[in-house]
């Protein structure tokens, strides 16, 4: 849904001087009552109007009888009135000249078409008069700065506000709740909590782009259940990468019932994940899994550190601690940092003569009568500048271990020397010693070298972001006509014309067409029978492998033209192509997506490519890099490399396709509807992958 207002004129939108409650009620706990209570409690030096035509007071403030009659022009309204009363509630804004609205009613888009119907006329009332709206069904904004508190969750009760460097979006209102209390929980303060609801008309990327702008924020965390307009996810995302803001988001709807229940829940139908897995990942917003996550690893971006690669060096008190954040780091794709000579020498420096100078360092007891070995290690690692990343582990903590100094220290290295820190505690004692000094703390080793892993990750992706050229995620084009598919041989004409390596192939008509095509491509040949009413020629008899003379290939030829005349459908021919053989079958396919445009995909290929659902999609235009990480992804891939004397894919070349696919899909503006190459033969060694087999879909002038 296209923005009709500057980001920065929706961002004071949050920080209004005046706001009206209609609906107003005396009673704190009700949702009429409680932006009003929350406002007073934390210290809104706006104009707060209670509006009731039943009360002169509410709260100890002057209430109006109704909106006219508040004496200033609110900057925002709350509405908390039944959902039939709300499109006179938007009359009332529109004529007092609000800004804003915040509707907490619901009974709209996601009981059906009929609320979706009324959902439709409140935003066209609203546009009418320059009036956005938040919501309907939505829990709420809120300022913990300002203290423009305009949400009703019960949570601000159990956890004050306490302006911070977080911004919460979310589509859920309950979900805007569980991460703001997840965040205070751990003492790090918010400074924006917003439920968009419905989504009427301000989106969650509208507010992550509105957000972005401002330069206290250090993390941003974003709940979706459907993505409305990706374009402005995706100027949000580059607007943040720009000022190095993460966003960390949650996508619910993986799965089929996932995604119904999204339908129902939010009046919104999920996309396809796997789409929009990979919006995010190109964009370099960090997935992660719930609510809990979200505020979790939030911590590790706090701090602004950033590694340079993904080399960690693990330190614990505990053998079995060095154990599980090995193994830890390896599942999460990082690498334990092997010191050089002069590492170990600093190392063994510092550490007792029975520690062994390696990574891990297991400092073991002697941490309790000697607790400098702590902050000597630390800075003897510091010194040698291997490390990318520190993960720091302590089990168990109790009488005789200094946890005040142990945290002040790990603070301070990592201040001085920008190297991210994950610590991993069970305790909670200790694991607020060290958030007092803003090192994240995490409950298990797993969790922080996953989250030393998603920082790695984000930084890797937010330089490829920054580096590529801005890439909105462009709607499909309508286009006229009706979409046809190709037979093969066009098919493969028309990718071979896109600059794609198509098989050399020739379309044979005659037995002097045939005698010409085996002279010119030579031995081994399949033969196939073609027409463009038939996508699965090996049912019908209509393939012939391992063609190795002129004779085999004339007999082919007659079989097929017999096999075309007996099946009645149109006869398009009789390819002959070179047979190639390689180590892999890969499936390359593109289609026009109604949400994200241009999508290419890539899987383990061949009569299996459902089955085994092996594949990877890209937003089409994509890098090299990107292409390449796609296909590091396959599960297949891990065989791409030498394997018992045998050459590894060319990898780059497999990229290249695959980006000379998107580029040309992308430039056709809709006149190819999708490609289907399946299989493309991938060799080991130097050579490059062909495209054997191919079913174009086009309109018009390009069918």
Known sequence: MASHMQPDALLQLLSPRSVAILGASDNAIKAGGRPIDYMRRHGFAGGIYPVNPNRATIQGLPAFAELAKVPEAPDVVVISVAGQEVEGAIDQCLAVGARAAVIYSSGFAELGEEGAAQQRRLVERARAGGLRLFGPNTQGVANFRSGAILHFSTMINEA??????????????????????????????????VATGNEADITAAEMLRAIAHDDDIRVMLLYIESLKDPEVLAEAARLAHERDLPILAVKAGRTRAGQLTASSHTGALAGEDALADAFLRQHGIVRVSDFRDLAQYSQIFLGGQRPRGRKVVAISNSGATCVLAADAAEERGLALCEFDAPGVAALREVLPAYVSARNPIDMTTALLGQPQIYGRTLDAV????????????????????????????TGRFAQ???????VAANQDWVAQAFRKQGVPVFESEGAAMRALGMLAQYTQ????????????????????????????????????DAGLPAVAHRCCRDEREVRRAVAELGFPLVVKGVSSDLTHKSEHGLVRLNVNSEGEALAAFAEMEAILHRLGVRHGGVLLARQHKGAFELAVGAHLDAIYGPVVMVGHGGVLVEALDDVQFLLAPFTVAQAREAIGRLHIARAFGPVRGMEAVDVDRLAALLVRLGDWFAGANGRVASVDANPVIVPRGDAAPVLVDAVVIAHGEAA
């Open 416 to 422: 001085q020397s920008g190297v991210p820190v994950a």
């Open 160 to 193: 004050p506000g306490l302006d911070g460097p977080v911004a919460v979006v979310s589509q859920s209102g309950a979900g805007s709740s569980i991460v703001y209390g997840g965040l205070r929980g751990m003492g790090v303060g918010v400074r924006y909590m």
């Open 461 to 496: 992706a937010r330089e490829a972001a920054l580096q590529g050229a801005p890439r909105a995620a462009a709607a499909a084009v309508p286009h006229a006509g009706e979409a046809r598919a190709l037979d093969e041989v066009h098919s493969l004409a028309l990718l071979a």
């Open 382 to 409: 510091a010194a040698q500048r291997q490390a990318d990343m520190i993960f720091v582990g302590f089990p168990i903590g109790g009488e005789g271990y200094d946890f005040d100094d142990f945290s002040a220290q």
